[in-house]
């Protein structure tokens, strides 16, 4: 199992730009996937993006799509959350998951992003 730590959250106006990190002690096998997940006030969490430890193949919630990017560095052990051109609807706290046997079974403890119209 790994332990996962965001940061990077914030205040920002319509139309800009974030940059979530997630950093990721443990050693994660190449076949873990790991994830942002994102919660509004109200609403369940739900789904953003994904991409798996070993090849970078990449998965996109459509409401996201084209705007933001997940990537990760094996190196530094760090996954990272690009989000631009932020909505109003994109303020929530997002959440890095890790996908293993399955499920996702390991989460950090959040970061809060919002966007000001």
């Known amino acids: 199992q790994v332990q996962l730590v965001e940061s990077g959250g914030g205040l920002v106006q319509t139309g800009g730009s974030l940059r979530l990190s997630c950093a990721v002690s443990?050693?994660?096998?190449?076949?873990?996937?790991m994830g942002w997940f994102r919660q509004a006030p109200g609403k369940e969490r739900e789904f953003v993006a994904s991409?798996?430890?070993?090849?970078?193949?990449?998965s996109y919630a459509d409401s996201v799509k084209g705007r933001f990017t997940i990537s990760r560095n094996s190196a530094r052990n760090t996954v990272y959350l690009q989000m631009n051109s932020l909505k109003p609807e994109d303020t929530a706290v997002y959440y890095c998951a890790a996908r293993f046997s399955g499920n996702w079974r390991n989460w950090g403890q959040g970061t809060q992003v919002t966007v000001s119209s």
């Open positions: 991409v798996s430890w070993s090849g970078g193949s990449t």
């Open positions: 443990g050693r994660p096998f190449s076949s873990y996937v």
